[in-house]
């Protein structure tokens, strides 16, 4: 902390951090012991209004009190009286209700912080697996719908869609029916940075707010990127200084093996220097990898999560025999280590056949990719992910109809009839 007048509030939560990293506000967490035993965020005396104002709180005259850390004031505020978290599961099967129960408790301790009731409104009933499109709510609360989309919005990253100042928050990509504990973690991640956005209704602040979570967003989700990226580095760092103390530990115990062990410790001392002293060039790929990924066209999002790059799209069409098909949204899910064929596609707007999500996708969300099979594989080895991405949309804006499986696009919509739906 720098030299200076700090201010502490207490009992600050998830969604007062989330919402001070996303407004640019400096701030630390700090326990203290007087004038009473108690932990919070602390912040410069400068940011006082803008952190009132975010956290929904009035001044008032609130009085500040020294505490036993030199500098630092505890500012007598308190958060707003208790506030009601509904859970509408009415169009819901039993994963739906489940998941509503799993994270009801997490959306109390959120409403409260914010001074707002909140509605949960999960849709995995008879439209699954299709999330179904929700004319947004104009009430006073924060409304939040799972496994739904919106056909108005103002930021939409693909797994989520915001209405700004609006109280409407959708999440078509949270499918509790295909994994609960998945959906819950996805819910968690994605909610409380999103909140600032859709509660404030100033549009100056909005306009600000707005500019810092872009920031916010870029920034984890370029950290996200990287570590996974890095996790195969690392492997292989790993790996080479377990031979090293395996090495010296050989040297010691078997002396008709000395010249050769100090041969494998000298050679992987060397391989171990050559990957310390490219490891920071390494992370400079890796970041200009994922700057062209995000240059790639239609991409509306992108998620990293263990061992697998999703990428969310927006309409794909085809044009064939002077039609053009609606296909729809889709995720694209790339495996770092190659696995699963290294792709799989799944339709967030609406199947074909036999729950097919594209005339040459099949139900699991596998393709047949013919020749490119192999340049898939090689350029997932090289972490190109951005040529893979442009390969995948290239794919899924083409069709053959001269196999079995081309025939099936008859059966997606044209344009006109998608319009008319």
């Known amino acids: 902390m720098k030299k200076g007048k700090w201010l502490m509030i207490e009992g600050a939560g998830e969604i007062q951090r989330q919402a001070l990293q996303a407004a640019g506000v400096p701030y630390t967490e700090l326990k203290v012991a007087q004038p009473r035993a108690t932990e919070g965020v602390v912040f410069p005396e400068e940011e006082k209004d803008r952190v009132l104002e975010l956290f929904g709180l009035q001044d008032k005259g609130a009085t500040e009190t020294p505490t036993d850390r030199e500098g630092v004031y505890l500012l007598n505020v308190k958060f707003g009286h208790e506030h009601e978290v509904s859970i509408d599961t009415s169009n819901s099967c039993d994963h739906g209700i489940e998941f509503g129960m799993r994270v009801k408790g997490w959306l109390e301790e959120l409403a409260n912080q914010l001074g707002v009731d909140i509605v949960l409104s999960t849709f995995v009933g008879d ?85 810092n979570f872009e920031e916010f967003y870029r920034h984890t989700t370029f950290e996200s990127y990287a570590r996974e990226c ?38 992987q001392k060397r391989k171990l220097q050559q990957m310390e002293a490219s490891k920071t060039s390494t992370l400079e790929v890796y970041k200009k990898e994922f700057e062209k990924l995000l240059q790639v066209p239609h991409i509306r999002g ?38 699963e064929g290294g792709l799989r596609f799944y339709n967030l707007t609406h199947q074909g056949p036999e729950g097919y999500h594209h005339p040459h996708v099949d139900s699991s969300g596998k393709p047949c990719l013919g020749n490119i099979q192999e340049t898939i594989a090689t350029l997932i080895g090289s972490y190109q992910f951005s040529v893979v991405i442009m390969l995948a949309l290239q794919y899924l804006e083409s069709v053959n109809t001269d196999d079995s499986w081309g025939e099936r696009i008859s059966q997606w919509p044209t344009v006109a009839e998608g319009r008319d739906t």
């Open 230 to 267: 890095q996790k195969r580095f690392e492997k292989a760092l790993q790996s080479t200084q377990k031979k090293i103390k395996q090495a010296e530990e050989n040297i010691q115990s078997l002396q008709q093996k000395l010249v050769e062990e100090i041969r494998i410790l000298d050679g």
């Open 127 to 211: 439209s699954y697996p299709n999330p179904p499109e929700i004319s947004p709510s104009s009430g006073e609360e924060l409304r939040i719908f799972v496994h739904a989309s919106s056909a108005v919005d103002d930021i939409n990253l693909g797994e989520a869609q915001v209405l700004l100042g609006r109280k409407n928050i959708f999440f078509p990509a949270i499918d509790p029916h295909r994994s609960i504990n998945t959906a819950v973690e996805d819910l968690r991640r994605l909610l409380p940075p999103l909140i600032p956005l859709a509660l404030e209704t100033d549009k100056r602040k909005i306009k600000r707010l707005l500019k």
């Open 302 to 339: 992108i998620t990293i999560r263990e061992g697998k790059i999703s990428v969310f799209t927006d309409r794909i069409y085809i044009s064939h025999g002077g039609e053009v098909y609606d296909i729809g949204n889709f995720r694209i899910d790339v495996y770092t280590d190659g696995s």
